[in-house]
């Protein structure tokens, strides 16, 4: 083992004076040798192989370590034969690139779960595999990157055998020969049936599909993948075709429908606890409490079970022993006598009368929990008129303001079908009728209760022979009964609730839509900015920043108390030492009278030579921000005014980086939100948050604690440690020293990784400035190895190797891109196939090669011989295609600047206006003409043929900064309202 340092070292010369990165641009030709090689390191056939080996445990520690991980790269006793071949031949390998695989394979087995292993075996076998890793790295002429071979022992425990891929790593599932990538395949029946930890009489997978509308194979996916703590962006972004497909906004519905049920179920469970340890489980109220499907029928079945309750009327006729009267009554009415049953002396049973209305109760209570009856009715009020009606409190409040009242005057004498309720008016209803303004009630009419007891009497309760007049006058009774008092009010909570329910989460997700529409608005970058909080008496906060976010300057002027005309000049001498000619404007208080003032010195050319433009963008929100712990830390000692200046400026300069650190309830573009479910609404935002930041990516090296908390799979926590192990060790050559920050797991390694952006020019200065201590350290090293000298301090060695890892490490120029370290080596085969290199990953010629190649394959058969899926090979071939520091978001519209106003007073019924949406909400779109007073797009307004046909859409719904063409058709001056149509979208 001492020769082949000294091997290497005569020809190291030769090896370091080419370019310091150019091993990332040799790639070997795709010839038949190389296709064989390939499969060496492939490990499309070594995982199916090693799950199947039957060895005992014991056995484990005689093979050799890291075995697991070594699979993908040497296999069998022809292999090792090879290793030797290549050892002998005269290869040119730097004393860098051994050392740093040999400390790499330390690493990496330190990391595996190698109990019981005896040291000293290690320590002699590690040798040897290391040699073979270099070589077979070498082989192909390129390093592979390690990602999806060598992190594959460690990444995750497997769980099941015998069931789909879900609970193996993802590089697992793409190395499986059946499902490459997790290909989606449509699960025989047995599979789509998911093991809850509560049973219940219903299948989660058939009643999520039913509700969702989604295929039963998707949602047992969903089911799987959320099980397995993935996220939703990377399972939008990198698990497509296990998801049919499906975009973020149907993910979230799919993961709050089966939370809803889950609950439901532990609802249920704990409930039959309870009436277990009272005694009062029988057998056909087990089997009730397992088929309710919502709380509302939980809800139902249970209220008599309740510990505190006095009993129904039916419990209380059942203590009394009419029970066996009532089941006579519907099996054998023949042979019933009621006057059996007086006693004289027993109160409730003192007269025929007492006995009758006794067996009514409990036939009610039969009749109203019995299944199929439940069934009918629902049935039957789907295909009926059924309305919602509400009206003005009888007697109001003391403490309802008049002012209140006049808001529901729409509803004070209000009534529609339920299946044409709107989602706002619902929520409208609801707080009227919260504030104690308005009473609400569900109208079933008398036609469909006529049809139901008919239905009862002649199929479902029909008494089994010849029944009396009297008779059949308690089974009458009974069904009128039933229906008034139970099942009627049961019917009336179902449809409030579904209809509160899907009134609150479509007021979520469109709240989630505009806040996503929000966040990804374009930024305005290499712009020196001025920031302006306008403010009256405490005159308008100023903030001027550098294009990299940095405060030059804050200041204050008073351009509302007669001094407009002095400071002028200080406004234009700052614009001018700066030589800033953009000003955002806040559209708080004062905004309409600095915007009137900022445009008349623009008109009069006041700032010349500058062309300065302005813009208002708003400041929800920024009042919070400025006072929080964050902007104290970030910006200390500064007025919370004046950073309410920067937070404007930086919202055009970058609106995903600056809005982040604002809750996203604060950010005003919401509807009834502080209605609907507080925890549904933050988990929403939040993940609309998570999304956006994934998919955006951040650099690893410059972005924010702030922003890197909102990545897939970290949290603040593991932000803070990227931070601090930035600040302590410098920036990250690779994403593999992601899995050297604490708290980092395989698994938050695997949901980040893809997400995550190494800048390779940044990479590059910062390398070269480093080469040349790095250099020596390694020559260093380089010789004691070579002279064969062995460390006798344990402790010294660990610490010169994790010297020379630092040292030694290489970037990946895949670092840049959205591929997933898991899909490396997909990557790589993909550009031996098309001829390129890692060199031009975002360049033309990378575009033209791709183009020409799939132009001849296709994709399909590309994604076939690759062994992988349609949509992971787009995924490659984006993040080879797209530019390096692409962002999507130039897609999206800019901030309007302007140079001019238009005042309220000058519009007219019929102009043609451009203008900002600023919010969407179920009625209408809110839009900024640039008068002071957004006009309301009414909802009927907004059809299909309007919409912009380039931008996909999943409603018709219009974001925030969506630039539309519209007319005036109403304008109301004395209320301050504005009501437009749509023309277009531009």
Same mark, same amino acid.
């Given at each position: ?46 995982? !199916? ?96 990157? &390690? ?36 290909? !989606? ?48 962006? %990377? ?58 499907? &919502? ?118 004498? %209000? ?191 006041? %700032? ?46 970058? !609106? ?331």
């Amino acid at each position: 083992m001492s020769s082949l340092p000294r091997r290497a070292k005569v020809q190291v010369q030769t090896a370091v004076s080419k370019e310091e990165y150019s091993y990332f641009s040799e790639l070997s030709s795709a010839s038949e040798e190389d296709d064989k090689e390939d499969t060496v390191w492939e490990p499309q056939k070594k995982v !199916p192989k090693a799950r199947k080996q039957p060895a005992p445990k014991e056995s484990k520690p005689k093979r050799v370590p890291g075995g697991k991980k070594n699979t993908a790269l040497t296999s069998g006793g022809s292999e090792c034969m090879a290793v030797k071949e290549e050892l002998n031949r005269s290869i040119a390998i730097a004393d860098v690139d051994l050392q740093e695989t040999k400390l790499d394979t330390a690493q990496t087995l330190k990391t595996a779960k190698t109990k019981r292993k005896n040291p000293a075996q290690r320590t002699k076998k590690l040798k040897v595999h290391e040699e073979t890793i270099t070589v077979n790295n070498l082989v192909d002429g390129a390093e592979i990157p &390690s990602t999806s071979t060598m992190g594959e022992g460690v990444c995750k425990k497997e769980e099941s055998e015998d069931d789909f891929t879900f609970g193996q790593s993802p590089l697992k599932r793409m190395k499986t020969e059946t499902c490459p990538q997790g290909q !989606p395949v449509k699960f025989p029946g047995s599979a789509n049936t998911i093991k809850e930890e509560v049973e219940m009489n219903w299948d989660i997978v058939q009643v999520l599909s039913e509700r969702t509308n989604i295929e039963l194979w998707v949602c047992a996916n969903i089911i799987r993948l959320f099980n397995d703590d993935n996220t939703i962006p %990377f399972i939008v972004r990198y698990r497509k075709e296990l998801i049919n497909n499906l975009d973020a906004d149907s993910l979230r519905e799919v993961r709050q429908t089966l939370e809803e049920l889950r609950m439901v179920a532990k609802k249920v469970h704990s409930t039959i606890q309870k009436i277990k340890k009272e005694g009062k489980m029988s057998e056909c109220l087990l089997k009730a409490l397992l088929n309710c499907r &919502s709380f509302e029928e939980l809800e139902h079945v249970s209220a008599p079970y309740k510990s505190g309750s006095k009993g129904t009327k039916a419990q209380r006729a059942k203590q009394l022993g009419l029970e066996a009267a009532a089941k006579t009554l519907l099996e054998n009415p023949g042979q019933l006598n009621l006057l059996s049953y007086i006693r004289s002396d027993v109160k409730g049973l003192s007269a025929l009368q007492d006995i009758e209305t006794g067996v009514q109760h409990i036939l009610a209570d039969m009749i109203a929990k019995d299944k199929d009856t439940l069934d009918f009715i629902r049935k039957l009020c789907q295909n009926r008129y059924i309305c919602i009606q509400s009206s003005l409190a009888k007697v109001s409040s003391k403490k309802v303001n008049e002012k209140d009242v006049d808001k529901f005057q729409l509803y004070q004498n %209000f009534s529609c079908n339920i299946r044409n309720i709107q989602h706002h008016q619902i929520l409208a209803i609801n707080r009227g009728e919260n504030l104690k303004i308005l009473t609400v009630k569900v109208n079933i009419s008398d036609g469909i209760k006529n049809e139901f007891c008919r239905w009862c009497i002649q199929n479902r309760w029909r008494p089994h022979g010849f029944a009396r007049p009297e008779l059949m006058k308690i089974l009458h009774n009974s069904l009128d009964d039933s229906f008034k008092r139970l099942i009627y009010p049961l019917l009336c909570r179902e449809f409030r609730a579904k209809l509160t329910s899907d009134a609150e989460k479509e007021s979520v997700m469109m709240f989630g839509r505009n806040l996503r529409q929000l966040l990804l608005t374009s930024p305005v970058p290499g712009r020196t900015l001025m920031g302006v909080d306008p403010g009256y008496k405490h005159g308008c906060k100023l903030a001027i920043i550098s294009p990299t976010s940095q405060i030059l300057h804050t200041d204050v002027v008073y351009l509302h108390c007669g001094q407009g005309f002095r400071e002028a000049e200080k406004i234009k001498r700052l614009l001018l030492n700066f030589n800033c000619s953009t000003v955002v404007i806040g559209n708080g208080t004062a905004c309409r009278e600095t915007e009137a003032y900022f445009a008349d010195l623009i008109m009069k050319n006041y %700032f010349a030579p500058l062309d300065v433009v302005y813009c208002i963008v708003s400041e929800a929100g920024t009042s919070i921000y400025s006072v929080s712990p964050e902007a104290n830390k970030e910006m200390p000692g500064l007025d919370p005014n004046v950073r309410s200046a920067v937070s404007i400026a930086r919202r055009v300069q970058d !609106p995903l980086a600056e809005l982040v650190k604002i809750e996203p309830k604060h950010i005003g573009v919401g509807m009834y939100q502080h209605d609907v479910s507080q925890t549904l609404l933050k988990a929403t935002l939040d993940s609309v948050v998570e999304e956006c930041v994934s998919f955006v990516g951040v650099d690893i090296n410059i972005c924010s604690e702030v922003l890197l908390r909102h990545i897939a799979g970290l949290n603040a926590n593991r932000a803070k440690n990227i931070i601090e192990w930035r600040e302590k060790n410098g920036p990250f050559i690779n994403r593999e020293q992601l899995k050297k920050v604490k708290g980092l797991g395989p698994k938050s390694f695997q949901q980040c990784a893809g997400f995550i952006r190494i800048n390779q020019d940044y990479i590059r200065t910062f390398c070269s400035s480093q080469q040349t201590e790095s250099s020596s350290q390694i020559q260093a090293v380089a010789v004691t190895s070579s002279a064969g000298a062995e460390v006798t301090n344990e402790k010294q060695g660990k610490k010169k190797s994790k010297t020379t890892v630092d040292a030694i490490l290489k970037p990946n120029p895949l670092d840049q891109t959205c591929i997933h370290p898991e899909s490396y080596d997909i990557a790589m085969r993909f550009l031996l196939f098309i001829g390129g290199t890692l060199g031009e990953i975002g360049k033309p010629e990378m575009q033209q090669k791709i183009n020409s190649f799939l132009d001849k394959e296709g994709i399909e058969k590309a994604a076939e011989r690759l062994k992988t899926t349609v949509h992971t090979l787009q995924v490659v071939i984006d993040g080879l295609s797209q530019p390096e520091s692409f962002d999507f978001r130039t897609d999206f519209d800019k901030p309007d600047f302007k140079r001019s106003i238009v005042c309220l007073e000058d519009l007219q019924v019929g102009t043609i206006l451009t203008g900002k949406v600023e919010n969407a909400t179920l009625f209408g779109i809110f839009v900024d003409i640039g008068v002071g007073q957004s006009g309301l797009i009414p909802i009927r307004n907004v059809t299909e043929a309007k919409l912009s046909k380039t931008k996909k859409r999943r409603s018709l719904g219009l974001g925030p900064g969506e630039r539309v063409e519209v007319r005036v058709l109403n304008i109301d001056i004395p209320r301050s309202r504005i009501t437009l149509d749509l023309i277009r979208v531009l």
